[in-house]
């Protein structure tokens, strides 16, 4: 997953809402969301078939982790999936204690990554090059994309940025509609991977975005969604999977 948005404790009704487009190679299978058994108990989360992990998901106590990698000149394939990582950020109940967690990975582990986890109270995000630096995030809108969260120096990371202010400033009932422009966006101006929606190469063994995610973690007695594009969002309409987070006891339905 290579773009993802999140609003964390600036929308009214909503402390945590994410916008995630994940860009792979389009060969590279995978299955939507569903809720899925762990050693600590159920999850609603995608599911990568090769390596068996997941780029997001939310576990019954609604804590989100989040997964994009950082790019490296030679992946090691030695070394375990980071999307594995994703799934154990979500064994324990809050955000702080997966921060704690996550700040014990030994070095040399993984491949490099950004791993954003969050609940209604805190957000942090793990930064893995070699070793990991874990810092915990303000409240406010974040983007983090394959380069440092929020850098603006990086021109696609300072336009997202500029859109998802302006989207946590709509209406909250209108939030997932701007953010769902936001990830349907071709407006990049340094080529097909500055886009927010990828398209690169040939449908069956091109590289783009494989699916979008719209989510909405509604404060207790407030609704929660969860909608899934399974395909580029701006060819692919969002299926509504909030059921998933229901059936997890989050949230009540529209």
Not at 141 to 149: L, R, S
Not at 204 to 214: C, D, E, N, P, W
Request: aromatic share 6%; net charge negative.
């Amino acid at each position: 997953m290579c773009t993802l948005i999140t609003l964390h404790r600036c929308v009214p009704g909503a402390p945590l809402v994410v916008a995630a487009n994940r860009d792979e190679y389009r060969e590279r299978p995978a299955e939507g969301p569903a809720l899925r058994e762990t050693p600590a108990g159920r999850v609603a989360a995608p599911l990568d078939l090769r390596a068996g992990g997941t780029w997001l998901g939310v576990n019954r106590y609604g804590t989100l982790a989040a997964l994009t990698n950082r790019p490296t000149a030679c992946a090691d394939a030695t070394r375990r999936s980071r999307g594995l990582l994703v799934m154990d950020a979500l064994g324990p109940a809050k955000a702080s204690e997966a921060a704690d967690w996550l700040s014990g990975l030994p070095a040399g582990a993984y491949n490099p990554f950004n791993l954003f986890v969050a609940d209604g109270q805190d957000a942090y995000v793990a930064v893995y090059e070699e070793a990991v630096k874990v810092r915990k995030l303000e409240p406010g809108v974040h983007v983090i994309g394959n380069a440092d969260p929020d850098d603006r120096s990086v021109a696609k990371i300072d336009r997202l940025l500029g859109k998802a202010e302006q989207a946590a400033s709509a209406e909250p009932d209108a939030v997932l509609n701007e953010l769902a422009a936001i990830c349907r966006g071709h407006d990049g101006s340094d080529g097909p991977l500055s886009d927010t929606c990828i398209h690169l190469g040939d449908e069956a063994s091109g590289y783009g975005t494989r699916s979008s995610t719209l989510l909405s973690l509604g404060e207790p007695g407030m609704r929660s969604e969860w909608h899934f594009a399974e395909g580029p969002p701006c060819e692919t309409a969002y299926e509504d999977r909030s059921r998933l987070l229901h059936e997890l006891g989050l949230g009540v339905r529209s």
